[in-house]
Nanobody
Framework: QVQLVESGGALVQSGGSLRLSCAFS????????IGWFRQAPGKELEAISC????????VYGDSVKGRFTMSRDNDKRAVYLQMNSLKPEDTAVYYC???????????????????WGQGTQVTVSS
């Protein structure tokens, strides 16, 4: 059974940093692509970053390039999202998702992912 649990969301001031964690079980990163997504109130899901299970490549959405970094720890069965230089527009619920069948191009697409965590709230105050 695939499970993903996000943690680390908090209220932070603009310009600050935050690190999100996603603990997963029921699969390995050799077989599943995994990614971070977010949804702000009234907006669609947005892809933040994904890691390919085929070649280990990491891709980022344009809105977070240079500020966010996704990493993984196979031994701890977790992936992380280090968020720096946070802005009020980064306020959203952040989700971790995984899937065994993902075609990862220059970006990741949330519709390709079938397994989702419950989300963690990130609020950036101005």
């Amino acid at each position: 059974q695939v499970q993903l649990v996000e943690s680390g969301g908090a209220l932070v001031q603009s310009g600050g940093s935050l690190r999100l964690s996603c603990a997963f079980s029921g699969f390995t990163l050799d077989d599943y692509a995994i990614g971070w997504f977010r949804q702000a109130p009234g907006k669609e899901l947005e892809a933040i970053s994904c890691i390919s299970d085929i070649d280990g490549r990491t891709v980022y959405g344009d809105s977070v390039k240079g500020r966010f970094t996704m990493s993984r720890d196979n031994d701890k069965r977790a992936v992380y999202l280090q968020m720096n230089s946070l802005k009020p527009e980064d306020t959203a619920v952040y989700y971790c998702a995984a899937d065994p069948i993902v075609v990862l191009g220059s970006t990741c697409v949330w519709r390709q992912f079938d397994n989702w965590g419950q989300g963690t709230q990130v609020t950036v105050s101005s």
